[in-house]
């Protein structure tokens, strides 16, 4: 009767655990579904990151292709400007000259007609009494050569003057052309430099449209990012539930086992042999039969590694980030700090499951690297780890290592 009613009781037991154990199966497989869907679009997310990165380094490139062509417009526009104030200088000058070779011809036409006014005022009487009071013919005839010459020297410099007015002026009409053509010139790289700046402007309009676009982008990456990393602990937290229920089972088990032996043997019956247990098998939890240790192929301290990694503890979190000075994502943190002691390893989550060597987690230490899905981190020995574990948190240190399932843990030191 006691027998019946402890079987009785186990049923109950067992009955309400299966219950139980549907509805943490219903949640565990929400929490996957929801991860499944939260990476697909992190993926997508990541796609268009790499898109719109792509485009901005095609943008940057083309602005400093305009910056360039730019800058040689400017160059060419300052050498037009001295060449054309130099010629506005010249063009000035040559207007003084202008102006006095008129005042030149003007004077020489003013005295010239005031000596033929004195001859025709005073007949030839001055010509006349010239020649009578020569001494001698010779002395005539050079009187009478010296009033033809000085008729000669009045027209022919006169007319020397008019020709340099002439020149003058011809050279006046051609430095003001030149001065006109670069005058056009200047207006002409001026309009240049004006439609390079406009470029320059609706492209760099465009990359600030790209980088806010970005943004928002790597805004929605490092929600996903979160949804995963929340959902993973929600299926560990199952998962170390669904661990205890069936600890709790076994141990009802073999409690109900020991009893019946136990009454079996003080009833007497003659049905007591066989000794095989049904159910039969030990469970192992995650007992692994590979106890893996490898050597360290550096001379870098993990301790160091550790003590470096906590000096950016505080510091935000930020999807894409490869500098936790100023905002790291978990595998651009792990890859920084690794740098900083030579060790270069992907800057990718899910490449970093494969580098170093393999180290069972009891045999984890300090500077080791713990992958997760979606997710890595360094371990500081003591169960603890140090990451960006998300936006929410940013860089965090002292977390326990078994906060979600690990997937590896990898020595790279």
């Known amino acids: 009767m006691k027998t019946k009613r402890l079987t009785a009781a186990l049923l109950v037991v067992a009955l309400s655990f299966s219950q139980f154990s549907v509805a943490l199966a219903d949640k565990k497989t929400d929490a996957q579904n929801k991860k499944k869907e939260a990476e697909e679009n992190l993926n997508k997310k990541n796609e268009e990151i790499e898109e719109i990165e792509k485009e901005q380094q095609q943008l940057q490139s083309e602005i400093n292709q305009l910056d360039s062509e730019l800058g040689q417009v400017m160059i060419d526009l300052s050498v037009l400007e001295e060449s054309l104030a130099i010629k506005e200088d010249e063009l000035a000058q040559t207007k003084e000259n202008l102006e006095q070779a008129k005042i030149d011809e003007q004077n020489q036409y003013e005295a010239m007609k005031k000596r033929i006014q004195f001859m025709y005022e005073n007949g030839n009487s001055t010509l006349l009494s010239s020649i009578l009071e020569s001494d001698n013919i010779s002395d005539m005839l050079n009187r009478v050569e010296y009033f033809n010459e000085m008729y000669d020297y009045d027209r022919s410099l006169l007319t020397t003057y008019k020709e340099t007015k002439e020149q003058v002026a011809a050279l006046e009409q051609q430095q003001e052309e030149e001065v006109a053509e670069l005058e056009q010139t200047r207006v002409d790289y001026q309009a240049k430099a004006a439609d390079y700046q406009n470029m320059i402007a609706q492209k760099e309009s465009t990359m600030d449209n790209f980088s806010e676009k970005l943004k928002q982008v790597q805004l929605l990456a490092a929600q996903y990012q979160d949804t995963i990393s ?10 170390a539930r669904e661990a205890a229920e069936r600890a709790a089972q076994a141990a009802a088990a073999a409690a109900a086992n020991q009893n019946n032996n136990s009454t079996g043997n003080t009833s007497g019956g003659s049905g007591s042999g ?9 469970s192992s939890t995650g007992g692994s039969s590979q106890n893996l240790n490898p050597g360290y192929a550096t001379n870098v301290s993990g301790s160091d590694v550790v003590a470096y990694a906590m000096t950016f503890v505080g510091n935000p979190y930020v999807w894409g980030g490869k500098d936790p000075n100023t905002g790291a994502d978990c595998s651009g943190f792990t890859s920084y700090v690794y740098a900083h002691f030579g ?30 899905a979606g997710h890595v981190a360094i371990y500081m020995g003591n169960g603890k780890i140090v990451h960006a574990k998300g936006t929410a948190y940013g860089i965090v240190g002292n977390d326990n290592a078994t906060y979600r399932p690990i997937i590896t843990v990898r020595r790279v030191l």
């Open 230 to 239: 929340a959902q993973n602990t929600i299926i560990a937290d199952e998962e």
């Open 343 to 372: 060790i270069n390893i992907p800057s990718y989550s899910y490449s970093q499951r494969s580098v170093g060597k393999e180290v069972s987690y009891e045999n984890a230490q300090p500077g080791d690297l713990i992958c997760y």
């Open 274 to 282: 066989g000794g095989s247990s049904s159910g039969g098998g030990s």
